[in-house]
């Protein structure tokens, strides 16, 4: 069974930056695209970002600019760099592995407030 781990999450004040890891293990890591996902209280669970095992990045319109992708296939890896942060960035942020199935991380809280 796919393993995500998430960290890097906590309370950051609007306009500062965070970076998110994610370890994959159980998994032929630098076959599948992988992703963030996010969800905010009372709201769905919506796509952040992606990034194929070539490297191909996607980005939500409403992080465009702001947050990076990256993975690093060697250590089974993959980060979200997220800068200028506002308040409507404050949620848990998933990891997602795309196999078969989705396969998910136990997610980590990002809380944008001064």
């Known amino acids: 069974q796919v393993q995500l781990v998430e960290s890097g999450g906590g309370l950051v004040q609007p306009g500062g930056s965070l970076r998110l890891s994610c370890a994959a293990s159980?998994?032929?890591?630098?076959?599948?695209?992988m992703g963030w996902y996010r969800q905010a209280p009372g709201k769905e669970r919506e796509l952040v970002a992606t990034?194929?095992?070539?490297?191909?990045?996607n980005y939500a319109d409403s992080v465009k600019g702001r947050f990076t992708i990256s993975r690093d296939n060697a250590k089974n890896t993959v980060y979200l760099q997220m800068n200028s942060l506002k308040p409507e960035d404050t949620a848990v942020y998933y990891c997602?592995?795309?196999?078969?199935?989705?396969?998910w991380g136990q997610g980590t809280q990002v809380t944008v407030s001064s």
């Open positions: 997602n592995a795309r196999t078969v199935v989705d396969n």
């Open positions: 990034i194929t095992s070539g490297g191909n990045t």
């Open positions: 159980r998994i032929i890591f630098s076959r599948y695209v």
